[in-house]
C-alpha cells in the first residue's frame, strides 16, 4: 500500500477489529480511486464486525444518511448480543517476481502485442500463453467478484484470470499469472494485491501471481534469464508496434476488403514464431512483413484525416474492452495513429534512471544507461531501413513528449498523462487532425488528461479533442459522440489544407 492515507486507514481498520465495542463508520467520495480499492482490504479486516460505510457526492441528501446511520446503529445492538466467530481474513500477500519453473504463465490479454512478450518468455523456458481477448463474459465474472468501483482494467483482468482457474479440471497450483507491480500514483500497483485477495477468498491460494516491478523497468521477471527476456521481448513490441502502424496506415486505403486483416494476422504469427525462437532473423522478417503490405493493392490518392488514439495503454488497443474504438473511427473515414506500446517501456527505463539518481543509486543508474541505449539500438537495427514505408514524422519521442506536457501536466507525475498530453502537443503539428483519449470510467490519470484537454485543445487552434470515458457498456450515445468528433476531424483538416495551401501561394 503505497497511499499513506491507505496505510491509516487499513490501520484504523485493524485497530477497530481487534478493540470490543469500537466501530467504524468508512467515509468516502463517489468515483474516489483508493478508495476502490481501500474498502475492499478494510471490508476483510472488520470481517464479523458491522460498519458504516458512507458514499457520499454532491447530491446526497440528508435524509438518506439519516436513515442509514440509523440503521447501522440498530445493528450494532444486534452485534453486541451475538457470540464472537473466528474469521479468516483475507490480506494481501508478498508475489513472486519471476514465474516458478513448473507452472504455466499466463498473460492477461491487453493487445496482439501480448502474444509476443508470452513468446519472449517461451524462448527463456518458461511456459507461458496469452489469455483469450476480453468478451462479456470475462467482464461479467470481473464484476461480480469487483465492486465495479475499481479501475475498468483491473474488472477485465480478474475475469480473465478468474475465468482459466475456474475451467473444468484447472489446477491453481501449476498456475501463475502475471500481473506487474508499481509504486503508484495511481491504482494499478493495486491490481495484484487485491488479485490476491480475491484468488485466496475465492479459494485459490495455489495460483500464483508474479508481479515485476516499474522500480527496476521489469527486469526482475525472469530471474536468471532475465536479461535474454527482456531484451527478446522488447524486440517483440518493437516488431509489434511497426506491424500495428503499417496496418493501420494500409487498412483504412485497401481496395479489397479484408486483405490488411489477413495479412496482419498472418504477420503477428510469423512474428510471434520468430521471438519464441530467439528473434533470429527478425530483421528480415519485418522487412518482409513491410514488403507484403506495401503490395497490398490501395488507393492512397487522398489521404484521410488521421486520428491519434492515446490513452490508458491497457484499453488503447484492447477493442473488447475499449468498444472496438480504431475499427470504428476507421469505419466512420479516418485513419487511425495508436500511440506505440514500447513508448510505455522507454518511459519505464527513463524512470529507472531518474528514479536511481534521485536515491543515489549509482549502479542503478549505469544498470538504466546500458538498457535505454541497448533499446535504441535495436530500434534502429530493426526498423532502421524499413522506417520510409510508414509514416514516421508522426513518431515522438519520449524526451520531446515529456518536454512538451510540461505546460499542462508537469512530466514528474508519474503514468498515462505526460505521454497522452506530450504527444498530443507534438501531433498536433505534425499533421493530426484530432485526439481520440480513452479513459477507464472513474480513471485517476485519465480525469487529469481530461481536465487540461480543453486547455491543449484551445492553444493548439482548437484542434478535435475526445475524452472517451469507458466502462463496459457500449452505448447509442458513443456512437454519437464519434460521429460528432469525426465530423468535427474532418472539418478541421479541412481548413488545416486549406490554410497550408494559401501560405505556399504567398
Ligand atoms: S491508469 Fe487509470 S485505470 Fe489504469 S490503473 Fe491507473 S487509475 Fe486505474
Not at 49 to 60: A, G, M, N, Q, T
Not at 287 to 315: N, Q, T
Not at 348 to 370: E, Q
Request: hydrophobic residues 35%; contains cysteine; neutral net charge.
Amino acid at each position: 500500500m503505497y497511499w499513506p492515507n491507505g496505510q491509516k486507514i487499513v490501520a484504523a481498520a485493524q485497530y477497530v477489529a481487534k478493540t470490543d465495542g469500537l466501530y467504524a463508520v468508512y467515509l468516502s467520495n463517489f468515483r474516489c480511486g483508493p478508495d476502490s480499492f481501500i474498502w475492499h482490504y478494510v471490508t476483510e479486516e472488520l470481517k464479523g464486525k458491522p460498519f458504516l460505510h458512507l458514499e457520499v457526492d454532491e447530491h446526497s441528501a440528508d435524509a438518506g444518511m439519516v436513515t442509514r446511520i440509523e440503521a447501522f446503529l440498530d445493528s450494532l445492538k444486534g452485534a453486541e448480543m451475538n457470540e464472537k466467530k473466528e474469521v479468516t481474513v483475507f490480506k494481501p500477500r508478498p508475489s513472486p517476481a519471476s514465474p516458478p519453473k513448473n507452472r504455466t504463465l499466463y498473460f492477461p490479454y491487453m493487445h496482439d502485442g501480448a502474444y509476443l512478450i508470452a513468446a519472449a518468455a517461451r524462448s527463456i523456458g518458461v511456459a507461458s500463453e496469452v489469455l483469450p481477448k476480453q468478451t462479456g463474459e470475462e467482464i461479467a465474472l470481473g464484476r461480480k467478484y469487483t465492486s465495479s468501483k475499481e479501475c475498468f482494467p483491473m474488472i477485465c483482468t480478474t475475469g480473465s484470470f478468474l475465468k482459466k482457474l475456474m475451467e473444468p479440471g484447472a489446477d491453481p497450483s501449476r498456475m501463475s499469472f502475471f500481473m506487474p507491480d508499481h509504486n503508484g500514483p495511481c491504482r494499478f500497483g493495486q491490481y495484484n494485491q487485491l488479485h490476491r485477495v480475491l484468488f485466496d477468498r475465492l479459494g485459490f491460494k495455489d495460483a500464483e501471481l508474479i508481479t515485476p516491478s516499474n522500480d527496476t523497468s521489469y527486469q526482475d521477471i525472469a530471474g536468471d534469464h532475465g536479461q535474454k527476456f527482456r531484451i527478446n521481448a522488447w524486440k517483440g513490441f518493437v516488431s509489434f508496434d511497426y506491424l500495428r502502424k503499417i496496418y493501420r496506415e494500409t487498412r483504412p486505403y485497401e481496395l479489397n476488403k479484408g486483405d490488411s486483416d489477413v495479412l496482419y494476422e498472418a504477420s503477428l504469427r510469423k512474428l510471434e514464431h520468430c521471438i519464441e525462437s530467439g528473434s533470429k532473423g527478425l530483421r528480415k522478417i519485418l522487412a518482409g512483413i513491410a514488403h507484403d503490405f506495401m503490395a497490398i493493392p490501395v488507393d492512397k490518392s487522398r489521404r484521410k484525416p488521421v486520428v491519434a488514439v492515446l490513452g490508458e495503454i491497457f484499453m488503447r488497443d484492447n477493442a473488447g474492452c475499449n468498444g472496438n474504438i480504431a475499427n470504428r473511427l476507421e469505419d466512420l473515414g479516418v485513419e487511425v495513429l495508436i500511440g506505440p506500446f514500447s513508448e510505455w517501456i522507454s518511459y519505464s527505463t527513463y524512470r529507472f534512471t531518474r528514479d536511481s539518481r534521485w536515491r543515489n543509486d549509482r549502479k542503478g543508474v549505469l544498470k538504466s544507461k546500458i538498457q535505454g541505449v541497448g533499446q535504441e539500438v535495436i530500434v534502429n537495427y530493426l526498423i532502421g531501413g524499413i522506417k520510409k514505408f510508414v509514416d514516421h514524422e508522426k513518431d515522438v519521442s519520449l524526451h520531446d513528449m515529456l518536454r512538451l506536457s510540461n505546460k499542462y501536466v508537469n512530466e514528474f507525475y508519474d503514468g498515462d498523462p505526460p505521454i497522452a498530453i506530450g504527444s498530443s502537443v507534438a501531433l498536433a503539428s505534425r499533421g493530426v487532425s484530432g485526439m481520440a483519449a480513452i479513459l477507464p470510467f472513474t480513471c485517476m490519470p485519465g480525469t487529469l488528461v481530461a481536465s487540461v484537454s480543453d486547455s491543449f485543445r484551445k492553444d493548439h487552434n482548437n484542434i478535435p479533442f475526445l475524452n472517451i470515458p469507458y466502462d463496459g457498456q457500449d452505448t447509442v450515445s458513443l456512437d454519437t459522440k464519434l460521429q460528432a468528433f469525426v465530423f468535427q476531424v474532418k472539418e478541421y483538416a479541412a481548413a488545416t489544407a486549406l490554410t497550408q495551401l494559401v501560405s505556399s501561394h504567398q
